[in-house]
């Protein structure tokens, strides 16, 4: 089958033939409909040798959905020809985390050496996908694989972080989203469907600002130096309640605590390298600094229960798999709208 592979440290990605796997014990084999770019594989590609903590080469893809294929033995529940999602961060399934579907903050993971497809075990960017567990599958139901599969991540995780803030998105409040690209415009959606927030976006050109607008958000402000100023100017000089980080770079980071308000969240999201500043008299009082990772499996189904309501939707931009180089390409250089798709079997 064909896969794409991350195969030497940095090397671009590339279309190879590899075998096709076969479902062992409690395994699924999927046969991939949809599978989704994200820039946490650029960074795993940007990372020295000595910072990788599994090996190469490696099957890209940590938002995958398909049809089941086969069953490995004892394996209940599944149908063949079902469509699923693939819950990515795989856990022990054991631990304290992982027995209430916080598989994303898994105690043992590291321990064991168990690793999310596309991040150390191989993903979905392939024909077929081997699954380690029932339990990491979702039914999809009538939802288009095709536009659900980004929710996996890029609606997962920031449904994950809004989560958290929503007692304080109260009506009268700001919730502010910075970086309206995968992550972000979904972010916008969500908090419009789950709260009464005022939502302002920061991104760095007018062409991702207008995604934002289309998407919902109030206002709009371009993120530069004088970022959080505007927002404080929009904000009556109070700041904002919740504010989002889906960069993570050390500029909106910085912009991202000076925007918050007296008793406000700020989430950093964004995998940007960026470390915010915290202190008694450094941001405002009773200021709350959140770093969280992906989101539980229940969460996950309640993301595809927005999406089947018609809460919540991606853009997506499709591709082949053997244009897969060229998505990573693209979106390297900021020019996917929304969220990269590719379709292994399409």
């Given at each position: 089958?064909?896969?794409?592979?991350?195969?030497?440290?940095?090397?671009?990605?590339?279309?190879?033939?590899?075998?096709?796997?076969?479902?062992g014990p409690g395994q699924v084999l999927l046969k991939v409909t949809a599978a989704g770019v994200c820039h946490s594989?650029?960074?795993?590609?940007?990372?020295?040798?000595?910072?990788?903590?599994?090996?190469?080469?490696?099957?890209?893809?940590?938002?995958?959905?398909?049809?089941?294929?086969?069953?490995?033995?004892?394996?209940?529940?599944?149908?063949?020809?079902?469509?699923?999602?693939?819950?990515?961060?795989?856990?022990?399934?054991?631990?304290?985390?992982?027995?209430?579907?916080?598989?994303?903050?898994?105690?043992?993971?590291?321990?064991?050496?168990?690793?999310?497809?596309?991040?150390?075990?191989?993903?979905?960017?392939?024909?077929?996908?081997?699954?380690?567990?029932?339990?990491?599958?979702?039914?999809?139901?009538?939802?288009?694989?095709?536009?659900?599969?980004?929710?996996?991540?890029?609606?997962?995780?920031?449904?994950?972080?809004?989560?958290?803030?929503?007692?304080?998105?109260?009506?009268?409040?700001?919730?502010?989203?910075?970086?309206?690209?995968?992550?972000?415009?979904?972010?916008?959606?969500?908090?419009?469907?789950?709260?009464?927030?005022?939502?302002?976006?920061?991104?760095?050109?007018?062409?991702?600002?207008?995604?934002?607008?289309?998407?919902?958000?109030?206002?709009?402000?371009?993120?530069?130096?004088?970022?959080?100023?505007?927002?404080?100017?929009?904000t009556g000089g109070l700041g904002a309640q919740a504010v989002f980080d889906f960069v993570g770079a050390a500029p909106?980071?910085?912009?991202?605590?000076?925007?918050?308000?007296?008793?406000?969240?700020?989430?950093?999201?964004?995998?940007?390298?960026?470390?915010?500043?915290?202190?008694?008299?450094?941001?405002?009082?009773?200021?709350?600094?959140?770093?969280?990772?992906?989101?539980?499996?229940?969460?996950?189904?309640?993301?595809?229960?927005?999406?089947?309501?018609?809460?919540?939707?991606?853009?997506?931009?499709?591709?082949?798999?053997?244009?897969?180089?060229?998505?990573?390409?693209?979106?390297?250089?900021?020019?996917?709208?929304?969220?990269?798709?590719?379709?292994?079997?399409?």
């Amino acid at each position: 089958m064909k896969a794409v592979q991350y195969r030497a440290v940095g090397a671009a990605p590339e279309v190879v033939t590899v075998q096709r796997p076969e479902p062992g014990p409690g395994q699924v084999l999927l046969k991939v409909t949809a599978a989704g770019v994200c820039h946490s594989d650029i960074a795993v590609m940007g990372m020295p040798a000595e910072a990788l903590s599994f090996p190469l080469p490696l099957t890209l893809g940590h938002e995958g959905a398909g049809t089941v294929a086969a069953l490995g033995q004892g394996v209940t529940g599944l149908a063949l020809g079902e469509s699923v999602a693939v819950y990515g961060p795989w856990g022990c399934g054991t631990c304290v985390m992982c027995a209430q579907g916080k598989e994303n903050y898994c105690l043992r993971a590291d321990e064991l050496g168990i690793r999310p497809p596309g991040l150390g075990a191989p993903g979905a960017l392939a024909e077929y996908m081997l699954v380690d567990d029932p339990r990491h599958l979702v039914p999809l139901g009538d939802l288009d694989p095709v536009t659900a599969v980004p929710l996996t991540d890029a609606g997962l995780t920031p449904y994950h972080a809004i989560k958290t803030s929503l007692p304080k998105l109260v009506p009268g409040s700001t919730a502010v989203v910075i970086g309206t690209g995968g992550l972000g415009h979904v972010a916008i959606q969500l908090l419009r469907a789950l709260t009464p927030a005022r939502v302002v976006a920061l991104d760095v050109t007018e062409q991702k600002l207008e995604l934002a607008r289309e998407v919902g958000a109030h206002e709009t402000v371009l993120s530069d130096e004088h970022a959080a100023a505007r927002v404080r100017e929009l904000t009556g000089g109070l700041g904002a309640q919740a504010v989002f980080d889906f960069v993570g770079a050390a500029p909106t980071v910085a912009t991202a605590t000076a925007c918050a308000a007296v008793e406000s969240d700020v989430t950093v999201v964004g995998i940007g390298g960026g470390a915010a500043a915290v202190g008694f008299g450094t941001v405002p009082y009773d200021t709350a600094v959140r770093a969280p990772y992906w989101g539980s499996r229940a969460e996950l189904i309640e993301v595809l229960d927005l999406a089947r309501s018609g809460a919540v939707g991606v853009h997506v931009e499709t591709y082949t798999l053997d244009e897969a180089p060229k998505a990573y390409e693209r979106l390297h250089h900021g020019q996917v709208r929304g969220r990269a798709v590719i379709l292994p079997n399409g």
